[in-house]
């Protein structure tokens, strides 16, 4: 079936530093990349839509200057976290639409960010 | 946009009891249902899904039932069991946007 590669998995970083968060589509083609990040014990709040070869679409609220998405090509899609600070630690998760053989969205593993 | 709303927050049950969670949606245009179980520190995970165009879907001990009219649609578990414990979302998308929206999410927990 349809895998997102997820990595890091982990990571932690200092305030001000740069993280960068890539998924990959290991056997199909995503066109489509949607980033969500969750807070603990919260529900997965979706940030940001990315299609390939244009630019990102931003939820209301999402600082599109500090959480960059780039989706170059069709397998894969980078967010970076710029100037992270601790309220930025999250878990982020991406999520690929798969449409080659079923409608459906298929998860990465996740990155657990920690800002210190 | 799409708002979808789940209760319960929490839902406790004994072993072999049913466990029921509902969700309402706000977006008329939204086709596709799908719930997720998601364990601490990993992805959700896809459990059951329905389209607009059904009823009502049946997978083993796992239903969904889905009220387009009245914008709601419910997961019943039957036959619990401790390893059915986790956090459960609903989520809903629709073809215009392809936004995948989630619930508030059900912490269900279920008793030996």
């Known amino acids: 079936g349809a895998v997102v590669s997820q990595h890091p998995s982990r990571v932690i970083c200092k305030s001000g530093t740069s993280v960068k968060i890539e998924c990959r589509s290991l056997d199909f083609q995503a066109t489509t990349m949607f980033w969500y990040r969750q807070f603990p014990k919260q529900s997965l709040m979706l940030m940001a839509t990315s299609n390939e070869g244009s630019k990102a679409t931003y939820e209301q609220g999402v600082e599109k200057d500090k959480f960059l998405i780039n989706h170059a090509s069709l397998t894969l899609s980078t967010l970076t976290v710029t100037s992270a600070h601790p309220e930025d630690s999250s878990f982020y998760i991406c999520s690929a639409l798969t449409t080659a053989t079923l409608y459906g969205y298929t998860f990465g593993s996740g990155t657990r960010l920690t800002v210190v | 946009g799409e708002n979808v709303e789940q209760h319960p927050s929490t839902l406790s049950v004994q072993e072999g009891d049913s466990a029921v969670i509902k969700c309402t949606y706000s977006d008329s245009a939204s086709n596709y249902f799908p719930w997720y179980k998601q364990e601490l520190g990993k992805r959700p995970q896809l459990i059951i899904d329905?389209?607009?165009?059904?009823g009502e879907k049946k997978d083993q001990r796992i239903a969904v039932t889905l009220n387009k009219t009245a914008k709601h649609f419910s997961l019943h578990i039957t036959e619990t069991q401790p390893e059915d414990s986790a956090v459960y979302f609903c989520a809903a998308s629709n073809e215009n946007t392809d936004k995948l929206i989630f619930g508030t999410g059900t912490r269900l927990q279920v008793f030996p």
């Open positions: 329905i389209r607009s165009n059904v």
